[in-house]
C-alpha cells in the first residue's frame, strides 16, 4: 500500500478543486491496481492507482459512461488513474445471484456497453500473457486446436467476476472497464458464471437464460478459451513475482478445468 501522503498528493492531481481529502481505507482484492476509499469534501470517493505495468488506458473512459458503470468524478487518459463515486452495496463474491438473475443482468448490461470503440481479442491477449512462457504440452495442443470464433460481436465487458459487480438496492453497477471491447457475449456469460462458481446445471440455467437458442458446442470451446486465457494470466502474473496464493491456486484449477472440458465431462 502507498503511504496516504501520496495518495492524497495523486488524489488531489485529479481533484484540484477539492478542500478536503482523507484516506479512509485500502481495498483489498485487486491484483493488477490498487484502489483507496477517499472521503472528499465529506462524500465518499475511490481512487483507482493504475499498475504502470499493464496495458495503457486507451479507451476504457468511454466505457465508463454507461449507466451501469460508477460515477466518473476525475481520470487520467493518459495514466488510467481515476476517482470515482462510492457505490453502496455488496460485491457479488459477498452476496451470490441465481443463474437465472445472471443471465437478465447480462441481458441489460450488454444492451447499455456501446459497440464500435475498440474489438476485443481473445487470443492476441493470451499471446501477449505467454510471451517467453510455454503452456504445457497439452494445454499447448488444445489451444492451438481451439480454432475459436465469436459467433456474434457486441460490445462486452471481458473481465467479468464476482470482484467487479456491485449489487445495489436498485441494480447492479459494474467495476474495471480496462477490457471492455466488442467480443462474442458469450464470453461475458461465461465469465460471470464461473466467477459465480457456478456448477454445469447452473451455467446452463444461466446460459439459457440468456439465450435459449445457445449453441452448446459453442459455449463449451467458450468455457475452455475463457479458461486458457486465465491460466496464461496467472503465469505471466507468478513470473512477475506475484505469489499470491490465490493466483497459484488459478495456475492449477484452470489447467484441471480445462481438461475436464476437454474430455467432455460436462
Not at 496467472?234 to 488459478?250: C, F, M, N, P, Y
Request: glycine content about 8%.
Amino acid at each position: 500500500m502507498k503511504g496516504a501522503t501520496e495518495v492524497i498528493d495523486r488524489a488531489r492531481e485529479l481533484l484540484p478543486d477539492a478542500r478536503q481529502i482523507e484516506v479512509i481505507e485500502y481495498l483489498e482484492g485487486g491484483w493488477s491496481n490498487r484502489n483507496y476509499v477517499l472521503r472528499v469534501d465529506g462524500v465518499d470517493a475511490v481512487l483507482r492507482l493504475k499498475n504502470p505495468q499493464s496495458v495503457a488506458p486507451d479507451r476504457e473512459y468511454m466505457y465508463l459512461e454507461n449507466p451501469l458503470a460508477p460515477e466518473v468524478l476525475a481520470y487520467d487518459r493518459t495514466r488510467g488513474d481515476m476517482v470515482t463515486g462510492f457505490v453502496q452495496g455488496e460485491l457479488l463474491v459477498n452476496s451470490p445471484i441465481t443463474p437465472e438473475v445472471a443471465a437478465t443482468y447480462m441481458l441489460e448490461l450488454h444492451s447499455k456497453i456501446p459497440g464500435g470503440i475498440r474489438t476485443y481479442r481473445v487470443e492476441p491477449i493470451i499471446d501477449g500473457y505467454l510471451k517467453g512462457l510455454r503452456l504445457s504440452e497439452t494445454l499447448e495442443s488444445i489451444y492451438h486446436s481451439l480454432r475459436w470464433e465469436p459467433q456474434r460481436l457486441c460490445g462486452c465487458h471481458n473481465e467479468l467476476n464476482d470482484w467487479n459487480v456491485i449489487k445495489t438496492p436498485t441494480g447492479f453497477c459494474t467495476l474495471d472497464w480496462e477490457s471492455a471491447g466488442d467480443n462474442d457475449p458469450i464470453f461475458d456469460v461465461v465469465g460471470l458464471c464461473y466467477g459465480l462458481e457456478f456448477g454445469d446445471t447452473d451455467f446452463e440455467r444461466c446460459i439459457s437464460g440468456y439465450d435459449p437458442h445457445f449453441d452448446a458446442e459453442h459455449v463449451r470451446r467458450t468455457r475452455i478459451l475463457y479458461q486458457i486465457r486465465e491460466h496464461a494470466w496467472a503465469l505471466d502474473r507468478l513470473r512477475h513475482g506475484s505469489d499470491h496464493e490465490g493466483i497459484v491456486k488459478q495456475k492449477y484449477d484452470t489447467e484441471i478445468e480445462i481438461q475436464r472440458l476437454v474430455t467432455g465431462r460436462v
